[in-house]
Every structure is written in C-alpha cells, then in structure tokens.
C-alpha cells in the first residue's frame, strides 16, 4: 500500500482523536443513560455535560490551531470531486462538532432545575449557564427546553451520519485505492 506522506502537525493529531473519542464516548453515553439505574440518571448526564463542555472547548481549540496552522495539501490520488466532498464534509463536521455542545448547553440553561442544580465541569470547575435562557419567564424555558433537546438529538444524529460518511471516506482510500491517507492522522508519525 502506498502511503501519503503529508501530516498533519502532532497537536493537530492529538486533537483530531481526543475530540473523536469523546464524541463517541459520549453518543454512547447518552444512548446507553437509562441501562445505568435511576441512582446514576444524575450523575451520568452532568458526566455526559461535563464531556460536550470539554468537546466544545477542544473544538475551538483545533479550530483557532487550524487558522493559525495550515493543513497539509491534499492527497494528489483524489479526484476534484472528492477534494470538494472531503471539503464539504470537514466543514459540515467542525460545525456540527460546535453546534451539538452549544445546542446540549443552551437545552441545560433551559432545564426547570437548572437555577438549584448547578453546572460544573467533572465536579470540579463551576461552569455558567446562558443567562439570557436562565433569565426567561418558566413557560417560556420549558419550550426552550423541548425545542432545544430535538435540535441537539437531531444534530448529534446528523454529525454520526457524517462521521461515518469520513470514516467510509478512509477506508475506501486505504482498502479500494490502497492509498494510505490515515496515515496522516497517525500519533505514530511525527
């Protein structure tokens, strides 16, 4: 198989995969929320917040290192259109990657209980809610809160469903056209 040699920089990779585990971590979290008993409802979707909080953040993060670095050309195998998808498809996947915590975080600012529970990152750091949201009459906040919590499933759906469009991306470069572009992305290669 040959391999494409241009990487990425190694924050950029560290980035790339902290962020990707997370997500999925996550997903499987809030899909899996129910199966933990009514003890650890609680504590298992202020982890699943804590974790959005710490994607949200790591996704700026890359994004300001990517404005400041510039990515590595793209592999000289692709064809126009699939330059122009893999573009498409990053874009569409950095803004659901932002879209999805900012959506769960304003759906929380909406939740009833919100002004008694308050937010904080692992138990640790306090974290604020939208004040804007907090501040609204309760009528109001619990259709917010509704609204919000489809936009933030639909979205989180939308950004799997593009995920695994990437990741089929991947592995038709490196089974169908024995062309290593994950390779780039590897922690292994500096």
Do not use: C, Q
């Amino acid at each position: 198989m040959n391999t494409y040699s241009e990487n990425y920089t190694y924050f950029a990779k560290l980035l790339h995969w902290l962020i990707a585990g997370l997500i999925l971590f996550n997903g499987v979290l809030a899909l899996t929320d129910e199966w933990w008993g009514e003890s650890a409802i609680r504590p298992i979707i202020n982890f699943h917040k804590s974790l959005g909080i710490t994607v949200l953040l790591l996704v700026v993060l890359r994004i300001l290192w990517r404005i400041t670095h510039k990515a590595p050309t793209m592999p000289t195998h692709l064809k126009i259109w699939e330059k122009r998808l893999a573009i498409l498809g990053h874009t569409l996947l950095y803004i659901l990657i932002l879209l999805v915590p900012l959506t769960g975080w304003l759906h929380d600012s909406a939740w009833k209980d919100a002004s008694t529970h308050p937010m904080t990152l692992f138990g640790l750091i306090s974290w604020p809610r939208i004040s804007f949201i907090m501040n609204l009459n309760s009528i109001t906040k619990e259709y917010l809160h509704h609204v919000f919590g489809i936009i933030h499933t639909t979205l989180n759906y939308s950004l799997y469903g593009i995920l695994f469009i990437h990741i089929a991306a991947v592995f038709k470069h490196e089974r169908v056209d024995k062309i290593s572009v994950l390779s780039r992305m590897s922690l292994k290669s500096r």
